[in-house]
């Protein structure tokens, strides 16, 4: 059964969906309304709270395109993160789980989008859409593909920016601690290289390109275990500093393992 609305909740809902507006900054429904910013902060805590609108910052709310059966509502994940992090001025990609699933290296439903982007660390909540943001330094942005999402909310589709596939691979490397995703992460690029979905060519650009020296290394381990071409090996090495210092391949599990002296990896997957 559709709730009924309040007629400041009729009335800020009519001026935002006439004029085709997604979002309300603080001031704009005192304004349309000629009701007192108290009056407005109550109103828009009111619907809030009824699930009406979505919070996306203090003073920033996002409002349904036309509220739904029942009058219980959230933006999509799209509208969510799009309308963060234009209102932040960051890139973004979505990494981790989200990224993991859409490429199908792991059936789970993640509960949180993680986020890459430049601008703010933490965990947020947007309606529904649950979100950890992990601010990383510019150039550990790239790497990418668009993807369209449509819904009852957005028909025609709204873009998503994820972490590429083989750059998913190569986070799931170098962010292990984040994304508990070692040693899974050695089974998925295995599997990727031999079904032919990434190359190993690719594989050693990015890992160069954004990783750090142990994600090279334990990459560079993995390569050379699958007897990957001699010139992509070299390139890996050259990336990387002489070392004595020994890591192992999974670092939650005991270091006993054959040595990777290479790499300076021990093979304890």
Do not use: C
Not at 40 to 56: D, F, G, H, K, N
Not at 174 to 188: K, Q
Request: charged share 25%; no cysteine; hydrophobic share 40%.
């Amino acid at each position: 059964m559709a709730r009924r609305l309040g007629q400041l909740e009729t009335a800020a809902l009519a001026y935002v969906q006439m004029r085709s507006m997604r979002t309300v900054t603080t001031g704009d429904v005192a304004d349309a309304l000629r009701i007192t910013a108290k009056q407005e902060r109550e109103l828009l805590s009111r619907m809030m709270r009824a699930q009406l609108i979505a919070r996306v910052r203090n003073g920033l709310y996002v409002f349904p395109p036309k509220l739904p059966l029942g009058g219980i509502w959230t933006p999509g994940e799209a509208t969510a993160i799009n309308i963060l992090m234009t209102d932040a001025r960051s890139r973004y990609q979505i990494t981790g789980l989200a990224a993991f699933n859409r490429y199908g290296f792991d059936e789970q439903i993640p509960s949180r989008i993680e986020i890459y982007n430049e601008a703010m660390s933490g965990e947020r909540n947007i309606g529904g859409v649950a979100l950890t943001l992990i601010k990383v330094e510019p150039d550990r942005l790239g790497h990418t593909e668009l993807a369209r999402t449509t819904s009852r909310e957005t028909p025609s589709g709204e873009t998503l920016i994820y972490s590429s596939r083989v750059r998913a691979l190569v986070d799931a490397v170098y962010d292990w601690t984040r994304f508990d995703s070692l040693p899974r992460a050695y089974d998925w690029i295995r599997r990727d290289l031999e079904a032919g979905r990434i190359t190993a060519s690719a594989l050693a650009t990015t890992a160069v390109r954004y990783g750090n020296a142990g994600t090279v290394r334990r990459i560079g381990a993995l390569l050379e275990h699958m007897n990957v071409d001699e010139r992509i090996l070299r390139r890996l090495e050259r990336a990387i500093a002489p070392s004595t210092a020994k890591i192992p391949s999974v670092p939650t599990r005991p270091t006993r393992g054959t040595l990777r002296r290479r790499w300076g990896v021990v093979a304890n997957a």
